[in-house]
Nanobody, 122 residues
């Protein structure tokens, strides 16, 4: 069982940056792939980025390539999402999720946080 808690969301102007954090409970954090997803009202949940258990491999969604990066600190049971050059279309609720696989499909993720709102103003 893994419990996830996101933090760091907020309101930012276009072109700005934010860093989200996701703190995980449980001693097996280092065995999970960690992913970030986002969802805007009326849309499906969208894959953003993921990192494998060791932090050595990442997958990045096309819409955020070159702007968002993911990292993890297994000693702190925390994964981070650094978001740069933010655009209004990045607005949404951002969710942290965990899976034992390494995939982009949200249906493959077993554990989810409650989400944190990110709003980018133009």
């Amino acid at each position: 069982q893994v419990q996830l808690v996101e933090s760091g969301g907020g309101l930012v102007q276009a072109g700005g940056s934010l860093r989200l954090s996701c703190a995980a409970s449980g001693r097996t954090f280092s065995s999970y792939t960690m992913g970030w997803f986002r969802q805007a009202p009326g849309t499906e949940r969208e894959f953003v980025i993921a990192i494998n258990w060791s932090g050595g491999t990442t997958l990045t969604g096309d819409s955020v390539k070159g702007r968002f990066t993911i990292s993890r600190d297994n000693a702190k049971n925390t994964v981070y999402l650094q978001m740069n050059s933010l655009k209004p279309e990045d607005t949404g609720v951002y969710y942290c999720a965990a899976t034992t696989r390494f995939l982009t499909d949200y249906k493959s993720y077993d554990y989810w946080g409650q989400g944190t709102q990110v709003t980018v103003s133009s």
